[in-house]
T-cell receptor
Framework: DGGITQSPKYLFRKEGQNVTLSCEQN?????MYWYRQDPGQGLRLIYY???????QKGDIAEGYSVSREKKESFPLTVTSAQKNPTAFCLC????????????FGPGTRLTVL | AQSVTQLGSHVSVSEGALVLLRCNYS??????LFWYVQYPNQGLQLLLK??????LVKGINGFEAEFKKSETSFHLTKPSAHMSDAAEYFC????????????FGQGTTLQVKP
């Protein structure tokens, strides 16, 4: 089955700790995206990557970092600079051409202890 | 810049009643438009999309949406609500940067009463 997987489903981090969220896709998509979803604000783009070894900041990149060493993988690191206590992070992928839909993973809920 | 506004953060209907979720967009050129559904603690699933051609678009689960350029709208409808339709719905527009990026509305939570 083709799709996007995210792990873990729930992640707890202590203040001052960095954590990494995994996102893998087997859809052979070039583009991948990370969003944060907050109540009443919809989805806001954290980072996106159109091709391997290249990525750009989205609207709320502060406190986050990414890498894109392989086409199928786009991990997101949440650093200690990220102050949000709780976040639901969603990974998506697409062909990367305008007009094509994005496919989403199941999400990771991140909580700061 | 493109933007999306969903009117009504919460909509409540009775089972069997018409569902109407409103979406207005701003775009300087013909847009690509999408509706997604999200069930609790899950990712988003595509309901339907408009790119070109017929302005009435049919999607999954009996939903449809009509692109109205003159009203800059892309409202989502379903003739008869089912309990399983209770979820959050997002309208999105392509940001026209040819990167595949989407701009999402704030979301509308649909409640279906028995």
């Amino acid at each position: 089955d083709g799709g996007i997987t995210q792990s873990p489903k729930y992640l707890f981090r202590k203040e001052g700790q960095n954590v990494t969220l995994s996102c893998e896709q087997n859809l052979n998509h070039d583009a991948m995206y990370w969003y944060r979803q907050d109540p009443g604000q919809g989805l806001r783009l954290i980072y996106y990557s159109q091709i391997v070894n290249d990525f750009q900041k989205g609207d709320i990149a502060e406190g986050y970092s990414v890498s894109r060493e392989k086409k199928e993988s786009f991990p997101l690191t949440v650093t200690s600079a990220q102050k949000n206590p709780t976040a639901f992070c969603l990974c998506a992928s697409s062909i990367g051409i305008e007009g094509h839909e994005q496919f989403f993973g199941p999400g990771t809920r991140l909580t700061v202890l | 810049a493109q933007s999306v506004t969903q009117l009504g953060s919460h909509v409540s209907v009775s089972e069997g009643a018409l569902v109407l979720l409103r979406c207005n967009y701003s775009s300087s050129v013909p847009p690509y438009l999408f509706w997604y559904v999200q069930y609790p603690n899950q990712g988003l699933q595509l309901l339907l999309k408009y790119t070109t051609g017929a302005t009435l678009v049919k999607g999954i689960n009996g939903f449809e949406a009509e692109f109205k350029k003159s009203e800059t709208s892309f409202h989502l409808t379903k003739p008869s609500a089912h309990m399983s339709d209770a979820a959050e719905y997002f309208c999105a527009v392509s940001d026209q940067s040819n990167t595949g990026k989407l701009i999402f509305g704030q979301g509308t939570t649909l409640q279906v009463k028995p």
